[in-house]
């Protein structure tokens, strides 16, 4: 790929990161107290922060894993799009995102510890911690080495570019910085892989010629249970719709944050539903490519080389540029926004919760950019460290965020909807949850199986949709049986519920 850039695409390239980073710095004027820096100051309006939701969740490894799929298990990936995702932000807008912006907390735990104690804030928010710090080398590292296959640099380049550019402005202009550059990426994101597309079809003969020549299985959305994919009907409905989706739209910090900086519990809603509006074409612009090397390459040894042999075969130089900057676009969207999550996480439930409880709006401002340059310098290191490690690392990553969203979801559920929960309820139901899903895991790797003499659990490749249902189950199975047992929480405590 690199070598079928030319002048015109890196000065392309340049333009747009140096916009990026001049947008981010310049945003980081306005910043001036602790709120600003992790909330935007409760100003950002409906229209970036729906943009940068979109921004956030579509990573460079996304539009690479996900076009990649799609080239082997057809339509049925675009189901992690319109069924993962729109639905849950939709309900979200609707009832939960609204009535965390009026509590006025600043983290999701924050409103935890409110509804219930300090012990489930603490379990969630060191869950949430370890994860955030842990992906964002884990995105580092997966960036890097999709960069070094685009633009032949080596791998830590790329690393110290990506966290160099994000690391800045987010250090400088927080929240604020982070949406709105998000804003611009996602636009460019959507250009990018809109280019794609259409030249793809094009190549092809148009849409109708495009859909007559896929197979059946390739047109599938839905795949019955006993197919070869990751990615049957019964994970994709159980798994994914009803709980990792809800779990990640409405309790992932890093989604959540954008909209508790709303100038409004309206904004907020707003920004959900433009969010989820522009959700339903990312299926379009990223699973249409990888159909269509299907029928233009179809002798690919790996999915994930579809994308980038579109970018190499279809776009001339200059458009090459172009979705170059769209795939930095999208690797900076998810880097800045977990740095600014993980610091926030850091900022309010450790140091101002446990450390200083004083501490005022200047010196939250200042722990919070000093959290994320220390966030930044760790990521490139994990991300070097796990440079020698296995190929899977990524995926290791995401199944370990599936052992804790199923049982965190039970307890935001309970907490939220259900007034005679309780914290001794809540915090056995999580830490039930996370023993039945990491029992799971366990159960189902190889290793272990042999040395205790089973078979392994699940017989997919990809079983984490799984976990995160027993996980929930269990969970919100424990919450309502020890909250029966136990002590009502006082009348404070539950005014915090939605009904």
Known sequence: MSTTLNTLDFVLLGLYLAGTLGLGLWVGRSIRTGEDFFLGGRRLPWWAIGMSLVATDIGGPDIIGVGG??????????NFEWIGCVPAMIVGALVFIPFFWRTGVATIPEYLERRFDVRVRTAL?????????????VMLLASARMMSELFGW??????????????AYTIVGGLAAVVYTDMVQCTVMIVGCLGILVMGLVELGGPVAFWEQLEPAQKALVLPVDTDTPFPWTGILFGLALILSPAYWIGNQAIVQRSLGAASPLQAQAAYVWGATLKSLIPVIIVGPGLIAVLLYPDLKQGDHAFPQLV????????RGIFLAAFLAA????????????STLVAHDIYKRFVAPGADAGSMLRFGRWVTAGLVVW????????????????????????????????VLLAGTLWK???????LVGFLGGLVTTVGQFLLNNDTVCSGLGIAPLFQIDEPFLYYSIWGFVVAATLVVTVSLLTRREPDEKTVLTVV
């Open 420 to 426: 005679r929960a309780t914290g001794t309820g809540a």
């Open 69 to 78: 799929a799609a080239y082997g298990h057809g339509m049925a990936v675009a």
């Open 331 to 342: 690797l900076m969207s998810s880097v800045d926004s977990y740095l600014n999550s993980a």
């Open 379 to 410: 990521a490139i290191g994990c991300a070097l460290v796990m440079a020698r490690l296995d190929e899977g690392i990524y995926t290791i990553f995401q199944t370990l965020m599936s052992f804790f969203q199923g049982p965190a979801l039970a």
């Open 154 to 167: 080596g791998e830590v380049t790329c690393i110290l570019v990506t966290a160099g550019l994000a690391g």
């Open 125 to 137: 928010s060191i869950c949430w911690q370890i994860f955030m710090a842990c992906n964002l080398g």
């Open 312 to 319: 190499a075969g279809l776009l001339p130089p200059g458009l």
